[in-house]
């Protein structure tokens, strides 16, 4: 079994990094169970629409907010996954950072896929992608629109994955992500998800919220409306079992090289 949560955090036009800390600290004080690890939106540190302030607000991986986010899981004794614009000789990533419940960087991953120019001129493109443990769980990273590609999901499951874990910034309009597309992701791979993001306004961006933790069945655990708080569910690896045994995807993929004779 393994205890997750996700927060969905309340947007703020004014970046506050210090009151993002001690928003997360007092929803985890108020978990009704202690979560073994929390997911935080996309750019949880200084918010998805602050433009510029992304480059100010850029840390290393090892940063100061890191490491107040360690004392957290230090504190509650839990993981915590986050996004945050990470600083490094080259430029500024779009980053998750996993720290350990010992406050510890256990991971640490760099958006691959930039979706849009807002995110091209503010952010290099990372490569690879990162995954974890805790206890027997492997768990894999991605941010936001990476989620939206049925291949990393089902790469992370073919390498063991059994949870991924994803900070988002998802705005109203894209409603159909966090309702059809991320169940559609976690039912065809026999996976859970966990989805991170933000709720409220900021600046000119009204995030969904909608954050959610879904099964291996396709189906919703728990999942937030529109305003900020914790969500959590406690996760059984039997259920992955069960869902690739109904349907096997994974294992039946293979005979699609039967059919490439038709694919031109």
Known sequence: MLRTAVFQSKAQAIPSPEARITELS????????????VVCPELFLSGYGCGEMNHTLAEAS????????????????????YGYPERTEDGVYNSAAVVAE???VVAN???????NAYERSLFLTGSGFSSF??????????IC?????????????????????????LTQQWGIVAHQVVPTR????????AYANHSGEENNLSYLGASCIVGPSG???????ASDGLIEATLDKAEITRARKVLPYLEDRMRLRDFTDFIQ
């Open 62 to 81: 090892d940063g100061s907010f890191t490491r107040k986010i360690g004392e957290v899981a230090r504190a509650h004794r839990c993981c915590i996954v």
């Open 102 to 104: 010992d406050g510890s």
């Open 145 to 169: 629109y990476e989620v939206e590609f049925p291949e990393i999901l089902r790469s992370a499951a073919l390498q063991g994955a059994d949870l991924v874990v994803v900070p988002t910034a």
């Open 186 to 193: 976690a039912f065809e791979s026999g996976i859970f998800v």
């Open 109 to 115: 991953h760099r958006k691959t896929l930039l979706p």
């Open 26 to 37: 007092g929803a985890l004080n108020s978990a009704s169970t202690a979560p073994q690890i």
């Open 219 to 225: 189906k919703d655990l728990e999942r937030a409306g």
């Open 133 to 142: 443990a805790i206890e027997n769980w492997k768990i894999a990273v991605a």
